[in-house]
């Protein structure tokens, strides 16, 4: 019986060095690099796929990997050039028409990007990516009221996808449509309350329909889910077209702001003192300390001076009524 397992075992081995000295070279390289790149390690894998590429310049799927390795390395430019090379031969090959999208959004080249995702678009109408990209090339182009059109089209595929309606609400605010706006940001929170964004948003919504008090919450909200504790539970991200100019710019002037020399800090206090009385007539307790008005990095907690501005809001309407 022990001879019988030994022959087994023997002959599933004689099997295996067969079948490991049929494989050809290409194949090896390329076997290597795939378990690199699954591992994460996209250098090794891309110099892998390179060396495949030597020996077979049109092997589709070293042309493919080797792409996706640039990509998720931040090399778009080279990354569209290998993806350009797969679609030559494989025009509707969806996964590839998608990242090649990503990579000339992610490098401005908007109008690229739109062949890209109308064409994955067209290969499969029901692809929610492709409609989300497209959405956000529309957006970087300023053509909102078209843009809004296609995230709709998004959403129709897959209802409250949390990325398109983000983008929406974007969209919607730009067009100063602050009711639609809501609604999306709300709609996401109905199934995902861990995403910080999604409330500072609210909150600057809120401020602009004169309601303080929700807005305080929401950015009081913000900045509970700002701590890396809960980035690292956080179940979506911003969309790539949705990142910090869209409402932290067009909500406080301060961002981004550098630290401002000390003859300017008291110019600053004296203006800021000037507007308070002549508000009210008279000195008003510190709302603003210097300490924590310009931070050591040289921008304004967002969220802190969103929540003083309420508050000092609050304190000249009661001065009013008084």
Not at 16 to 39: H, I, N, Q, T, Y
Not at 171 to 187: G, R
Not at 209 to 236: I, V
């Amino acid at each position: 019986m022990a001879s019988q397992e030994q022959s087994s075992l023997d002959f599933d081995s004689d099997s295996r060095d067969r079948k490991e000295v049929s494989k050809s070279p290409l194949e090896g390289l390329f076997e290597a690099g795939m378990e690199l790149f699954a591992g994460g390690r996209y250098g090794e894998a891309a110099a892998h796929f390179e060396k495949a590429l030597q020996l077979n310049r049109r092997h589709a799927e070293s042309l493919k990997y080797l792409g996706l390795a640039l990509f998720h390395q931040g090399k778009f430019d080279s990354a569209t050039e290998h993806f350009r090379q797969v679609l030559d031969a494989q025009p509707d090959n969806e996964e590839v028409l998608l990242y090649c999208g990503s990579a000339y959004l992610a490098i401005s080249r908007y109008d690229y990007a739109e062949q890209c995702y109308r064409k994955t678009v067209a290969v499969n109408p029901k692809n929610v990516k492709g409609y989300l990209g497209l959405g956000q090339v529309l957006y970087r182009k300023g053509l909102y009221s078209e843009a809004i059109g296609i995230f709709k089209k998004g959403n129709e595929q897959e209802k409250d996808n949390p990325e398109v309606l983000f983008m929406l609400g974007e969209a919607y605010n730009k067009l100063d449509e602050i009711d639609q706006a809501v609604s999306c940001f709300e709609a996401i929170l109905k199934r995902h309350q861990d995403n910080p964004k999604v409330y500072y948003n609210l909150g600057i919504l809120y401020d602009k329909k004169a309601l303080p008090e929700k807005a305080s919450l929401m950015y009081r909200r913000a900045k509970e889910l700002s701590s890396p504790q809960s980035a690292s539970r956080r179940r979506f991200s911003v969309p790539a077209a949705g990142d910090e100019e869209i409402f932290f710019s067009r909500s406080l002037t301060v961002v981004g702001r550098v630290a401002s020399d000390k003859k300017e800090k008291s110019l600053n206090r004296a203006r800021y003192e000037k507007f308070r009385k002549k508000q009210l007539g008279k000195k008003l307790p510190l709302i603003l300390d210097e300490v924590e008005g310009i931070e050591r990095s040289g921008t304004m907690d967002l969220t802190k001076a969103s929540l003083k501005i309420n508050e000092a809001i609050k304190i000249i309407k009661e001065g009013k009524r008084k």
